[in-house]
């Protein structure tokens, strides 16, 4: 499974940007998809999770305002995030939970000016 993301760039508070992540490989071994993130300093942090029957789940700090989805073929997951803060800043990962283990995207970095 390879992962690819995608949309990260500069964005002010309030403003709005939408991450997409694509998939090659064996997508029908895949369980879940996630969104995380690494601000400096920080450690590495679940956004968004979906699973393969679509129910989905968030961390506190974006309920409300981050949607994770995916295209029919279940070849991109994307994830929107609105009204966005500086302390969203950060490295945006794509994973892949899948029954061979899990795999990670190159991160896309987000930063948002106050």
């Known amino acids: 499974v390879q992962l690819q993301a995608s949309g990260g760039g500069l964005v002010q508070a309030g403003g709005s940007l939408r991450l997409s992540c694509r998939t090659s490989?064996?997508?029908?071994?895949?369980?879940?998809r996630a969104w995380y993130r690494q601000a400096p300093g920080k450690q590495r942090e679940l956004v968004a999770v979906?699973?393969?029957?679509?129910?989905?789940n968030y961390a506190d700090s974006v309920k409300g305002r981050f949607t994770i989805s995916r295209d029919n073929a279940k070849i991109k997951v994307y994830l929107q995030m609105n009204s966005l803060k500086p302390e969203d800043t950060a490295v945006y990962y794509c994973?892949?939970?899948?029954?061979?283990?899990?795999?990670w995207g190159k991160g896309t970095l987000v930063t948002v000016s106050s």
């Open positions: 994973n892949a939970d899948t029954t061979g283990g899990r795999y």
């Open positions: 490989g064996s997508i029908f071994s895949i369980n879940a």
């Open positions: 979906i699973t393969s029957g679509g129910s989905t």
